[in-house]
């Protein structure tokens, strides 16, 4: 691990990043109804599966307060988590719609929104101690998914890992190992409109890669 000595979750006025700050700050006057902080992880402590994407969508969870949920992203997401039973109830993109996770968790790499959907590599690494005080917190978990090179370079950077030895590929799995005990590393190109209105990741590679995480955790010792 690169840190545990940070709390899981940032302060909603975190001004690790300047330019990030300055942002939300921006957003925050432009729309004060908004959540415009630093978007908290969003399912059960015990979760056996970590969701790790890049950062909050402006008017995604930059706006609602949860991870995925108001964007495009998040209907792809949030459909195939229920489709392989990680979650109970109906995803209608606003954070009061009752939905919950089932033995599954999801954050980011980046916890605030950046401009452009870009955050520099300083902020990465800035926000990485949260990435890795989260991943230090699930007693059970078991599976990473990364949601894209840059979830899954700083999830193997939080626990350690040499990038090298872990190269980045759609659909690899990775052995890694966190303080609970085994852990594997899945990957996934990020469900953006982009990726998947270029069919670049489809619905069928996506659910894939869930299939063989819910194989994974299934036959995973307790």
Known sequence: MTTTTTTPEPEKS???CPRLA???ETNRV?????????????????????????????SGANRTGRPFTGDYAGDLLYATLAKFGFSRGVYDARP???????????????RCAPPQ???TG???????????ARIAALPRLRAVLCLGKIAHDSVLKALGRKLSAHPFAHGARHDAAS????????????????????????????????????????????
Not at 41 to 52: H, I, Q, R
Not at 96 to 110: E, F, H, K
Not at 193 to 202: K, M, V
């Open 22 to 24: 300055a942002y939300r």
């Open 122 to 132: 300083a902020e990465i690494t800035s926000c990485r101690p949260f990435l890795a």
């Open 30 to 58: 432009a729309q004060p109804g908004w959540f415009n902080g630093p978007a908290p992880s969003f399912g059960p402590e015990d979760a056996s599966l970590l969701v790790v994407g890049l950062a909050p969508g402006l």
């Open 14 to 16: 975190c001004a690790l």
């Open 96 to 110: 009061d719609d009752g939905l919950a996770l089932i033995d599954a968790m999801i954050t980011n790499a980046v």
């Open 117 to 119: 959907n870009k955050p």
């Open 179 to 222: 303080q609970a005990g085994a852990l594997a590393l899945f990957d996934s190109y990020h469900c953006s409109r982009y990726n998947t209105q270029t069919r670049r990741l489809t619905t069928e590679m996506f659910e894939s890669v869930f299939a063989a995480i819910r194989a994974e955790l299934d036959h995973a010792p307790r």
